[in-house]
């Protein structure tokens, strides 16, 4: 049995990291409620845009408008968008994430990947540190939008993407990320950001066939449509954002329910040592009271 000095150290140690995990429990759950207000109150109106924008597409196909950013052209060259964050202790969050993005690039797009066609863009320090790693196309990694999520920001990067579509810079543009369901559950998510898929391809969505389009649908093209991709993608940005503190929240209440039954073990284990001390103790002066008797 271990003496009572090493475990009255583990007791310490395990006692000081269940406080280190019940604060960074209650600091996750602070930033969770503050960012999934943002989420709640975007997603309507992000996805009514969605169905606008898919049932647009369609509609400009029919009547022969060209769309730059629905333009469907051989598949060449891929962007893949990685989403992760810049912090660890939030469980499987972010390699469920990474993992995803490499199957992409080695099954969905294998031809393209093996050509050297496939590039990563890293927005999250976890992602980065894990592709810098490989032997992969890089672009310079955007890690500064989860450190502190702003809109404005997220737009400068979202107009990047379309301006690099509209290039022909790539065919395809992918988005992989977390999104929020609830605290305890993240729905891995990877979906096409550009070109824009026709509502014809998507089966969830069901808006009526014809809306009237002030002033025109050329000039929602060249503004509704614009608008409507930079918000889905600062969505998918926010939702990362929501998820990776809802993952942090329970990795950590986990954490801490670990470390308050460790430290009741460790405890009864101190309380069984110390006895077993002091019963020798008591015999020991009890021999020696025996013996100065004899």
Do not use: W
Request: proline fraction near 3%; charge should be positive; glycine fraction near 4%.
């Amino acid at each position: 049995m271990a003496n009572l000095k090493t475990i009255r150290i583990r007791i310490n140690s395990v006692r000081s990291t269940r406080q280190i995990t019940s604060a960074m429990k209650m600091v996750a759950a602070a930033k969770l409620r503050k960012a999934q207000d943002k989420l709640l109150r975007l997603r309507p109106y992000a996805g009514k845009l969605h169905e606008i924008l898919g049932g647009l597409s369609q509609s400009l196909a029919s009547l022969g408008v060209e769309n730059v950013y629905g333009r469907v052209t051989p598949v060449d060259k891929v962007l893949i968008v990685v989403i992760t964050s810049n912090k660890g202790l939030c469980g499987a969050f972010n390699s469920n994430v990474i993992k995803e993005a490499r199957r992409l690039a080695t099954e969905k797009y294998s031809e393209q990947f093996a050509k050297g066609n496939v590039t990563f863009l890293n927005i999250g320090k976890k992602g980065s540190d894990i592709f810098k790693k490989l032997d992969v196309n890089l672009l310079p990694d955007k890690n500064y939008l989860v450190a502190d999520l702003k809109f404005n920001e997220a737009v400068i990067v979202a107009q990047e993407l379309m301006d690099s579509f509209i290039n022909n810079e790539y065919n395809v543009i992918e988005l992989v990320y977390n999104k929020f369901k609830n605290t305890a559950v993240q729905e891995l998510t990877s979906t096409q950001f550009l070109p824009i898929k026709p509502i014809e391809d998507e089966e969830s969505i069901s808006i009526p066939p014809d809306y009237i389009y002030e002033p025109n649908k050329e000039e929602i093209v060249r503004e509704l449509i614009p608008k409507s991709l930079k918000i889905q993608f600062y969505n998918a940005v926010l939702d990362s954002f929501v998820s990776e503190n809802g993952a942090r929240m329970t990795a950590m209440h986990t954490a801490t329910d670990n470390a308050t039954t460790l430290l009741q073990d460790l405890t009864l284990q101190y309380n069984k040592a110390r006895q077993a001390s002091i019963t020798n103790q008591i015999i020991e002066v009890a021999s020696g009271a025996e013996a100065l008797k004899g």
